[in-house]
């Protein structure tokens, strides 16, 4: 072992340069399938590629690991080298920490099955930081020290002299120290430099403050009930244990996924069918689907990709109450829904619909659920996640065979109950 790891510090400086060369390659990649996956706008255009890609993103992630491994095994040479140069430590102990931390948060993503929602939500929330924090000082890092940009005087990552090696966070200039002086504040390198961090900044800063605001729900955060596009008559009247809403109010916010645009409803192009192997089938418009009796529940809603919203006070009808009204006949095995955009479907077996607490809801916190959260009616399968949450639901078909949803189309799992749902 010591043997072999005299040898892997021979040389050092040479596996330096390709450890850094490779993790950067990595990180790139990592860094743009992770924005693809995050980014809302390309649901629709990736489609079943949003799964290959969210493997392809873990797997590279995990390859990470060796550049990271590698780089500890060399540390200790690397860290002696470093001596006195504090600035330089910071900067590795940073893209550790970065490094490390990103594999971690993201090692508890990919196994959410067995960390659990809490957790995959605290590990969302610190690979999000990590890659706001992190992404915007990488890109710095990368434009302003790229070829163009530098002294004639070729720079590596190792010092070759002690006299070498000053700050490279920022890419100081490394001049010797007689020719330092003041710097002309229009020096080109200085210039792009100042215009690449203006420009990070205008870019990423409302998405980070609007990130921030909505992780730590402050106040005038993504205030979806007052930018509800639907036009639907009258209001639903709240229940008293909606208004105020007996959970108290959601902790968390949603993230607003679609895979279309997002539909906007009205009186005049909205309806609720229940239809299919039932004894009555019903079409109701929303002046009549107001006036069914609802119900009030609280209950937790988590996605796979690991954020959860927890205690939403849900007013809605119980899926089982609308399947009794309707009758379902002998032969109907799946309950197949079906979303107003016209592309997005998903199905429950009979036993998992007639759940208790399967609702199709039309009040989220004693408000009408927002047309970017689903509304008027989404479902809400507490116990699964929340890919079986059909946003815009508007039929309920009872049918014989199988039926296979948009996402598990698409490669998600066929089975979304949560860690510990009592499975039916
Ligand atoms: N019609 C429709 N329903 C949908 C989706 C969708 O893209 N389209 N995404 C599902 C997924 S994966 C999740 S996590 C939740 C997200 O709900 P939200 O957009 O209200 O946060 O809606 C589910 N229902
Ligand atoms: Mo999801």
């Given at each position: 072992?010591?043997?072999?790891?005299?040898?892997?510090r021979k040389?050092?400086?040479?596996?330096?340069?390709?450890?850094?060369?490779?993790?950067?390659?990595?990180?790139?990649?990592?860094?743009?399938?992770?924005?693809?996956?995050?980014?809302?706008?390309?649901?629709?255009?990736l489609?079943?590629?949003?799964?290959?890609?969210?493997?392809?993103?873990?797997?590279?992630?995990?390859?990470?690991?060796?550049?990271?491994?590698?780089?500890?095994?060399?540390?200790?040479?690397?860290?002696?080298?470093?001596k006195?140069?504090?600035?330089?430590?910071a900067?590795?102990?940073?893209?550790?920490?970065?490094?490390?931390?990103?594999?971690?948060?993201?090692?508890?993503?990919?196994?959410?099955?067995?960390?659990?929602?809490?957790?995959?939500?605290?590990?969302?929330?610190?690979?999000?930081?990590?890659?706001?924090?992190?992404?915007?000082?990488?890109?710095?890092?990368?434009?302003?020290?790229?070829?163009?940009l530098?002294?004639?005087?070729?720079?590596?990552?190792?010092?070759?002299?002690?006299?070498?090696?000053?700050?490279?966070?920022?890419?100081?200039?490394?001049?010797?120290?007689?020719?330092?002086?003041p710097?002309?504040?229009?020096?080109?390198?200085?210039?792009?430099?100042?215009?690449?961090?203006a420009?990070?900044?205008?870019?990423?800063?409302?998405?980070?403050?609007?990130?921030?605001?909505?992780?730590?729900q402050?106040p005038?955060?993504?205030?979806?009930?007052?930018?509800?596009?639907?036009?639907?008559?009258?209001?639903?009247?709240?229940l008293?244990d909606s208004?105020?809403?007996?959970?108290?109010?959601?902790?968390?916010?949603?993230?607003?996924?679609?895979?279309?645009?997002?539909?906007?409803?009205?009186?005049?192009?909205?309806?609720?069918?229940?239809?299919?192997?039932?004894?009555?089938?019903?079409?109701?418009?929303?002046?009549?689907?107001?006036?069914?009796?609802?119900?009030?529940?609280?209950?937790?809603?988590?996605?796979?990709?690991?954020?959860?919203?927890?205690?939403?006070?849900?007013?809605?009808?119980?899926?089982?109450?609308?399947?009794?009204?309707?009758?379902?006949?002998?032969?109907?095995?799946t309950?197949?829904?079906?979303?107003?955009?016209?592309?997005?479907?998903?199905?429950?077996?009979?036993?998992?619909?007639?759940?208790?607490?399967?609702?199709?809801?039309?009040?989220?916190?004693?408000?009408?659920?927002?047309?970017?959260?689903?509304?008027?009616?989404?479902?809400?399968?507490?116990?699964?996640?929340?890919?079986?949450?059909?946003?815009?639901?508007?039929?309920?078909?009872?049918?014989e065979?199988?039926?296979?949803?948009?996402?598990?189309?698409?490669?998600?799992?066929?089975?979304?109950?949560?860690?510990?749902?009592?499975?039916?």
């Amino acid at each position: 072992m010591k043997k072999a790891l005299a040898r892997l510090r021979k040389g050092y400086g040479k596996k330096l340069v390709s450890i850094h060369m490779w993790n950067a390659w990595l990180v790139l990649f990592l860094a743009v399938s992770g924005l693809l996956l995050v980014g809302g706008f390309w649901r629709e255009l990736l489609g079943e590629g949003r799964v290959w890609l969210k493997w392809a993103h873990i797997a590279f992630g995990l390859v990470l690991l060796i550049p990271v491994i590698y780089y500890l095994l060399l540390a200790a040479k690397h860290w002696k080298r470093l001596k006195g140069k504090n600035s330089q430590k910071a900067n590795v102990i940073f893209v550790l920490v970065l490094l490390i931390g990103w594999i971690a948060s993201g090692i508890v993503l990919w196994q959410f099955r067995l960390a659990g929602p809490r957790a995959a939500n605290t590990a969302l929330f610190i690979h999000d930081l990590l890659t706001w924090v992190g992404l915007p000082v990488i890109i710095y890092h990368s434009i302003t020290r790229v070829k163009w940009l530098k002294e004639p005087r070729k720079r590596s990552i190792v010092p070759e002299t002690a006299s070498e090696g000053e700050d490279r966070v920022a890419g100081g200039t490394q001049q010797p120290a007689a020719a330092q002086g003041p710097q002309p504040m229009y020096s080109r390198r200085g210039f792009i430099k100042a215009a690449v961090g203006a420009g990070l900044a205008i870019t990423l800063g409302p998405t980070f403050v609007r990130w921030i605001g909505k992780s730590f729900q402050l106040p005038g955060a993504a205030d979806y009930a007052a930018s509800n596009a639907n036009a639907l008559l009258p209001d639903p009247v709240p229940l008293a244990d909606s208004a105020p809403p007996i959970g108290g109010g959601a902790e968390g916010s949603f993230r607003v996924y679609t895979v279309t645009e997002i539909p906007a409803f009205d009186n005049s192009n909205w309806s609720f069918t229940i239809d299919g192997l039932v004894d009555k089938k019903f079409t109701w418009n929303w002046e009549e689907f107001v006036k069914l009796q609802r119900e009030v529940q609280v209950s937790d809603f988590h996605c796979v990709t690991g954020w959860s919203v927890y205690k939403n006070t849900w007013e809605g009808l119980p899926l089982v109450k609308l399947l009794d009204m309707a009758g379902v006949q002998e032969r109907a095995a799946t309950v197949k829904f079906y979303s107003g955009d016209g592309v997005y479907t998903d199905s429950l077996t009979l036993a998992q619909a007639r759940l208790k607490d399967v609702m199709v809801a039309v009040l989220h916190d004693g408000k009408p659920i927002p047309n970017q959260l689903g509304g008027p009616v989404r479902l809400v399968t507490p116990q699964m996640y929340a890919y079986k949450s059909v946003k815009w639901l508007n039929r309920i078909e009872l049918i014989e065979e199988d039926h296979v949803g948009y996402w598990e189309q698409r490669g998600y799992d066929k089975d979304a109950w949560l860690p510990n749902a009592k499975r039916v």
